[in-house]
């Protein structure tokens, strides 16, 4: 995003930082179509719902039918931190400043930065009053949450899953066992918090394109990678996530995530603008 500023500058923002973190050689194999299954290819119940692969709000399509607890239930659990991290967007934020008793709360925020590091405070919405006052006292502090992982991780596991089921159909064995059963006890959780570790999903290969296009047009793309003496065979997931068909996991090791953000932010006097351009 770009603003016209009202003294004359041009503010530009993006949600990566300037620097990317590494590069890889990706090969597009093939789009991958829509196909309808009778039975859920997640849990083999009656395929009654029509599934998003990926979800609508990172661009997915209408690619095949599950069940409606695959469907709903898995998804209302797992994939609402799959959007936060595509979309990079920090969840449940709050607000404190000096002057001003108690905690203020938003709509979820974009994490956004200009090339020069500096990080881009966005709001939009209904905005409690008492921010603007934080805000002109120059001097506040914002909290929220990141993306859990985990599931994070696991919504990506039921694309790629799906995606290699719509390619080759339901695959048989312990392979697949093994998909269908951390997918199964993530929708079966009694809530979001309780959605269990899953180590298989964590294993998995994700590779973000964070270029202004995206690689490919479709939803649903075979792909391979090239990131060492071995190819990686995958998924990408609108033409921008990259997700792999294998996972390197390891049951016995769980890696520790602090969720918890917090950062003290300076403000300075307010200045008007106009938007520029918005880069999809």
């Excluded at 599934?51 to 607890?69: D, I, Q, R, S």
Aim: charged letters at 20%; one cysteine or more.
């Amino acid at each position: 995003m770009s603003l016209d500023l009202s003294d004359g500058r041009v503010l530009h923002m993006a949600s990566t930082p300037q620097e990317p973190s590494g590069a890889a050689r990706i090969t597009l194999l093939e789009e991958i179509p829509r196909r309808v299954f009778d039975s859920c290819p997640i849990c083999g119940d009656p395929a009654t719902d029509e599934e998003h692969v990926p979800p609508a709000a990172m661009g997915g399509g209408k690619m095949t039918l599950t069940c409606a607890g695959c469907n709903h239930r898995l998804g209302s659990h797992v994939e609402a931190d799959l959007i936060d991290w595509y979309d990079n967007h920090i969840t449940l934020p709050r607000f404190t400043a000096p002057d001003v008793q108690g905690a203020r709360r938003t709509a979820r925020i974009p994490l956004k930065w200009t090339p020069e590091g500096e990080f881009v405070l966005l709001l939009s919405g209904s905005i409690d009053p008492a921010i603007d006052e934080m805000l002109q006292g120059g001097e506040i502090t914002l909290a929220g949450l990141l993306p859990d992982e985990n599931r994070c991780r696991l919504a990506l596991l039921k694309h790629a899953y799906l995606a290699a089921c719509l390619r080759a159909g339901a695959p048989a064995g312990a392979d697949g066992d093994l998909v269908r059963h951390d997918l199964i006890a993530a929708r079966d959780a009694t809530g979001r918090s309780e959605v269990p570790y899953s180590p298989l999903a964590m294993g998995l290969t994700v590779i973000r394109h964070v270029g202004a296009t995206p690689l490919a047009s479709a939803p649903l793309v075979r792909a391979v990678v090239h990131l060492s003496e071995e190819p990686i065979e995958g998924v990408l997931l609108v033409g921008r996530i990259f997700v792999s068909w294998s996972s390197t996991f390891n049951p016995g090791h769980r890696p520790d995530q602090d969720r918890h953000l917090q950062v003290s932010l300076q403000v300075g006097e307010p200045i008007s603008g106009t938007v520029q351009s918005v880069d999809p």
